[in-house]
């Protein structure tokens, strides 16, 4: 039996080592780029973030978050982690539950796995880009233009568009449209989010602890707390990512509110400033030692105490003026960034049109399909990438068991 697997990232991966578990079954891996795992190396600010402990049950969304369930169960994180181990990775878990690869490179998980597979009954094809699929008597027949490859089960790994630079494509949404299957309106998730604050600019690159709520027409919408980072365009770093989902769709008024000292009540803070008053400081120098110093500045000027040479001179009012931008500052939203910069893909085909347990089609037996190009998506910090090794290891199970 020929299992045939449309795309060498990380799910297609786990599918490929899955179905070859059966040395019956012969697998053909499909990848449109020149190497495997290509997407796997900017994970994690190149660190790979390859799963969480925690990434169970909770965290993922879509049309029908309850999909993932049987997938995640059946391979879990422990599980996971132990499947790595067995390939010779070595890995460590944060205190925030984020699992790494111990060497904190990204290429170490892409150069095991891509040892993995060199198996005797896997074949793995690089260049080839999928641009037809024909259901092929019991069946299918994939080709690239040039070449057709034939097998009898076929699974469709081939990712989202989220990270098109780093080879997300539209492939797999068109590719099982043509096979009777539906999709969602695709949308970028774990993203940066645009801001016209003309502070942006003196802010560029600065990261700060931050808690971060966001807001439409003055509602909360969601918030998070972690590492915020500024961009020329807007808002980024971990905690925007772990709350951009859904930011900005929609009508209404979006805005966000940071606060830059989540451990530190306003009332210590202005008790702080207020010692600082007696001290012979430049008021451009008031939140040095406290903030990032470009952040300090940008925000005691914000505060419109930009004319006092002192931090003596400043009165109550200015203090509290002050106290409020750093507990409290807010910037207006305009949008997400777009696919390019998104990590992953909100929405995707129906799951409806699947059985979570096996990952095969409803619509047509003996079709899979796995990972970002099903309507799944999780939380930032190791939940995609475990939706990826679980989802594909249950598809490649499933499509190589028995014989032909």
Known sequence: MIVGIVGGGASGMAAALAAAENQKVQVILMERQTRVGRKLLSTGNGRCNLSNIHALERGYYGTEPEFCLPALRAFDPEAT???????GLFTVVEESGRVYPYSDQANSVVDMLRLALNKPNIQVKTGFDAQKIRKDGDGFSVSDGEETVRCNKLIVACGGLAGTKLGGSMAGYK?????GHNSTRLRPALVQI???WTGLTALKGVRTNCHVKIFCDGRLFNQSRGELQFTQYG????VIFEISRDVCYGPGKWSCELDFLPEISKDALKQELKQRQQRRMPVEELLTGILHNRLGRVLTKAAGVKGKQWTG??????LEAV????KGFEIALSEPMGMDHAQVTAGGVLTEQFDPQTMESRLMPGLYACGEVLDIDGDCGGYNLQWAWSSGRCAGLHAGKGTV
């Open 194 to 196: 645009k801001s016209d």
């Open 323 to 326: 106290c409020i931008g750093v």
């Open 81 to 87: 982690l132990k499947w790595f181990q067995s390939l």
């Open 175 to 179: 590719l099982l449209s043509k096979l």
């Open 313 to 318: 001179e400043l009165n109550d009012q200015e």
């Open 235 to 238: 808002l980024s770093g971990p």
